[in-house]
């Protein structure tokens, strides 16, 4: 019984490291929005489409998107939406063209 007892105590410590290092890591949110800041985009247009980009498109979508936009080395805020648009079309993948013009839109519409 104290055996049974004491597996289930370091399976409880294991299960809360697990939580906190969950917590330690950052979000795809958080990556995506630190990727379209490093690419020049706005930071108040950054996190609005890091939200909408990261609930819409899947983790290999959002891995093109960052090789995308990590052609450039401009300073943050110096790179348009429709410049970054016009770097998506280049991936080839007509679904993350279509989310990455919705997002822009929606966010620019939204201020």
Do not use: N, W, Y
Not at 13 to 41: K, Y
Not at 79 to 86: F, Q
Not at 98 to 108: I, N, P, S
């Amino acid at each position: 019984m104290r055996r049974h007892v004491q597996h289930g105590r370091v399976g409880l410590a294991f299960i809360g490291l697990l939580a906190v290092t969950a917590c330690a890591t950052p979000s795809t949110e958080d990556r995506v929005r630190s990727e379209l800041l490093r690419a020049g985009v706005q930071p108040r247009m950054a996190g609005c489409m890091a939200e909408r980009l990261s609930d819409r498109l899947s983790i290999m979508q959002l891995r093109k998107l960052g090789r995308a936009a990590q052609i450039t080395q401009r300073r943050v805020g110096a790179m348009t939406v429709d410049e970054l648009i016009g770097r998506v079309r280049g991936i080839g993948d007509p679904e993350i063209v279509e989310v990455v013009t919705r997002a822009g839109v929606g966010c620019f519409i939204a201020g």
